[in-house]
């Protein structure tokens, strides 16, 4: 770790020199070199701070060996003061160690699917989305509809959405699995509890640069849109429907009244689609030492439970609990998220020290 930081700590020494040159002030490289250096900061001001730690431990070594025994009493109450402040400076520095997920800062796309359970399965599901759309609003994030498919009592069948906001699939990518919900459906006159599945899937909006597309793969269909929207929705084909031929995956989209508008949110969902389809393929060669303990991308993966009767949420990955069942349902899942995002940098600090 200590090469790894010398090597940081010279980068940034050099970039401190390219960024004072007057001339290339303003320029593309400069603006490249001065995102970097802002990268680099934090690391090497605790890196500083540990060196400096360092070297007033071996002064206080040395004051220990003095013929003065009060002030070598002194030294000795330092230097093991000093020790726990290097400890503690040497894990804030493993994980600001840890690389970055290149995508934490991107809009999300999100997909929720109806799974066993029938209507109580939708009805869920409709809850979840609502959840989600709440969490949007607690973070100031914004909501853009794409594609749903609901049930006559208001369930949600299958329907897709982004959120836009900075970091929205840093905080939201832990939800991608099955949600499992236990609890009494309206329409059971006996009482009796019943389970049913949901499952949830988090794709982070892929651009241009993250995932490639020939369109001569791609199949594109018109369709009448089948949901509500008046007769312009229903007379027209404006919904859409992409086939990737390669990967047969299928996207619709028919949200809006505009066929054009539908083809770009279509897009983003094929783009997002593929991005994930291609990094699971990539995590199958190594998949010993897959991404995170935690999991983040399996859809077939059971993660949470939803207890109506005791008002209980639990997530299975952390075996954590929390007894606030309607306000995690109202958007405040940011405790649980924090315990995730926990259970995340020791994962990886454990790969990282198994390496």
Known sequence: MIEKLEAIKSRY?????????????????????SIEHSKLADIVEAYNRYLKCVEEMALCEEMQSSGDSEMAELAKIEYYELKDTKEKIIEELKIMLIPKDPMDDKNVIIEIRSGAGGEEASLFGYELMRMYYRVAERQRWTIEEINSNMTELGGVKEVTFMIKGKGAYSKMKYESGVHRVQRVPETESQGRVHTSTVTVAVLPEAEDVDVEIDEKDVKIDTFRSSGAGGQHVNKTESAVRFTHIPTGIVVECQDERSQIKNRDKAWKVLKARLYEFYQTQKDKEYAENRRMQVGTGDRSERIRTYNYSQGRVTDHRINMSLYSLPEFLDGDIFEMVEGLAVADQAAKLSNMENM
Do not use: F, H, M, V
């Open 13 to 33: 020494e050099e970039l401190n020199k390219a960024l004072a040159d007057p001339a290339r002030i303003g320029s593309e490289e400069w603006k490249a070199d």
